[in-house]
C-alpha cells in the first residue's frame, strides 16, 4: 500500500485551499505540510528541483519575492541559487505542491491531479 498523498502549502493561500477542498471532496487522503509553519526539507526541495525543475518551482509572484533584495532575486537566476533561496524563503515555493508516490505537480490543475492520484 502506498502512503498518503501530501499536499504541501500556507494556510492563507486561496489555491491551496481550493487543492484542500477539492481533495476532502473526493475521499483523497492526504497529509498537509504548511510549508511556513513546518519548513521544507533539503531532501525534498532536491527532489522537487529534479523533477520540476526550479524554475517550476519558484514563484515570482509572491509576496515573499516581492519582499526581497534585488541581490537576493538575481541570486535566483539558475538551479543552484534558486534552490537556496527556496530553502531559506519556503514560501517562495509555488503552491500548492502535491506530492504522490515520488511524483509532484506545483499549483493546481484538476486534470493533473487526477493522473497523480490515478482517478479518471
Known amino acids: 500500500m502506498s502512503d498518503p ?3 504541501f502549502g500556507i494556510r492563507s493561500c486561496d489555491t491551496v485551499r481550493k487543492a484542500r477542498r ?3 471532496q473526493r475521499g483523497v487522503a492526504y ?3 504548511d510549508l511556513r509553519d513546518d519548513g521544507v526539507e533539503p531532501a ?3 527532489a522537487w528541483c529534479e523533477a520540476l525543475g526550479w524554475e517550476a518551482l519558484l514563484n515570482r509572484r509572491s509576496t515573499t ?3 526581497l533584495t534585488d541581490t537576493q532575486r538575481a541570486a ?4 543552484e ?3 537556496a533561496l527556496l530553502r531559506t524563503h519556503p514560501t517562495l515555493l509555488r503552491r500548492p505542491l502535491l506530492a504522490v508516490d515520488g511524483r509532484y505537480w506545483a499549483g493546481f490543475d484538476e486534470a493533473a491531479y487526477r493522473s ?3 482517478q479518471s
Open 5 to 7: 498523498a501530501v499536499l
Open 22 to 24: 477539492w481533495l476532502d
Open 31 to 33: 497529509r498537509y505540510h
Open 44 to 46: 525534498d526541495l532536491t
Open 65 to 67: 519575492w516581492r519582499g
Open 76 to 79: 535566483a537566476g539558475d538551479a
Open 81 to 83: 541559487g534558486a534552490c
Open 116 to 118: 497523480l492520484l490515478g
